[in-house]
């Protein structure tokens, strides 16, 4: 075989070779590929499988494997203690990442704190799930304007006067007007806490959805405690009312509307509230806030004429009031003389709920009542009143 003809097969041989491994790794590389989609096909069915409300969510495998845990917690009691105690800090600190990914360095802090107290920080999807029927339950927390804060208190600084303004004739001096002042307003979260009580047979037997059933308890009961404070709180371990600020029309005061008749709601007291918050941009965002019973005696309000009042004073398909939307909440004071039953004001301006962005948390007593489950839930939230300004109050006249 002459030389020509050699280096030819050899040449073939090697082509033939490299070919084949080509193909084996191109093999090997389908193989890998479809691994991978198999993979991405279970977790996604896993993600549906556990999603809330037909929602698909994007969660992590250590997310999914908290999740459970959590639930076996719920369940089981102190039996499921220790596999919940051992993903927890995966479950803390890859929401901790998450946040830092996306600038939210002191959240990220705090998600990876211990906490002193004990008990088990509540799945994203049950924390979510309280957080909405919060928004949902509390008329108060809709209006407002709510804030977060890593600390004991949000700080914010508030101008207590404004700038000052001269006019100047041709020629005349310039004269240095006065400088706006500020001060700081401290805005404290308080811890409030709720119980739910669950039989040992409800929660070895459930039949329904456990997780959404707690949730809907503890939304309830906290919105039902925040609702109250944010209207009438102390200030004192709860959050400060916008009821209980002395009447006035200082910094710092809320300016009280007489009604004009004794233990009554009148078409002029509505109108003067109204119009006692002065300036444009609180009235084109004002709202009014009232129980059912009081909206009840405002529609029942009579024309001079002995009629209904029309449209333009009042259309209850749109819940409005002189054009403002009425927001129905439970807590404010039934009409009587001395009362403080209607609030007017651009509420986001005005009032400010502080909620600490540990979230919720939630511990498990089989201790206290045998036989019970207890879960405990902690939430720590505050409010205050930041420009007196941005609310009026309607007294009823003695």
Not at 139 to 164: C, F
């Amino acid at each position: 075989m002459s030389d020509n003809v050699k280096d030819m097969m050899s040449e073939i041989g090697s082509h033939f070779k490299n070919t084949t491994l080509e193909v084996t790794k191109s093999m090997a590389d389908l193989q890998k590929n479809q691994s991978r989609t198999d993979e991405k096909l279970q977790y996604l069915m896993e993600t549906v499988k556990n999603g809330t409300s037909g929602e698909v969510r994007e969660r992590s495998e250590t997310v999914l494997k908290y999740r459970k845990a959590f639930m076996d917690y719920i369940r089981k009691g102190r039996s499921g203690e220790i596999e919940l105690a051992a993903i927890q800090n995966d479950y803390r600190s890859e929401w901790a990442d998450r946040l830092a990914a996306k600038g939210n360095h002191y959240e990220a802090k705090a998600l990876s704190h211990t906490d002193s107290e004990g008990g088990y920080t509540v799945p994203e999807d049950m924390a979510s799930s309280i957080v909405r029927r919060l928004q949902d339950f509390s008329p108060v927390r809709r209006a407002a304007t709510v804030s977060t804060t890593s600390k004991d208190a949000l700080q914010m600084l508030v101008r207590d006067a404004d700038i000052g303004i001269a006019g100047l004739a041709e020629g005349a001096a310039v004269s240095e007007t006065t400088a706006p002042t500020f001060g700081k307003n401290d805005i404290p979260v308080h811890k409030k806490g709720v119980y739910i009580f669950a039989s040992e047979e409800i929660l070895e037997d459930s039949g329904f959805d456990l997780e959404a059933e707690i949730a809907r308890e503890a939304a309830d009961k906290f919105a039902r405690a925040e609702g109250a404070n944010f209207v009438s709180g102390t200030g004192t371990g709860q959050a400060k009312g916008f009821l209980t600020y002395t009447a006035g029309t200082s910094f710092g005061e809320i300016e009280q509307v007489n009604s004009g008749a004794a233990a009554a709601l009148t078409k002029q007291g509505l109108v003067d509230v109204l119009f006692s918050l002065g300036r444009e941009t609180y009235l084109r965002n004002a709202s009014w806030m009232m129980n059912a019973s009081t909206w009840g005696n405002i529609v029942n309000l009579e024309s001079t004429g002995g009629e209904p009042l029309p449209e333009s004073w009042v259309n209850l398909s749109k819940m409005e009031l002189l054009g403002r939307p009425v927001i129905v909440a439970d807590d404010m004071p039934i009409v009587a003389a001395n009362a403080l039953s209607v609030a007017v004001g651009d509420f986001a301006e005005g009032y400010r709920i502080v909620d600490h962005i540990s979230g919720i948390r939630m511990t498990r007593d089989e201790i206290t009542a045998p036989g019970t489950a207890k879960f405990y839930f902690r939430k720590r939230t505050g409010g205050e009143v930041v420009n007196s300004d941005a609310i009026k109050i309607q007294k009823i006249s003695a």
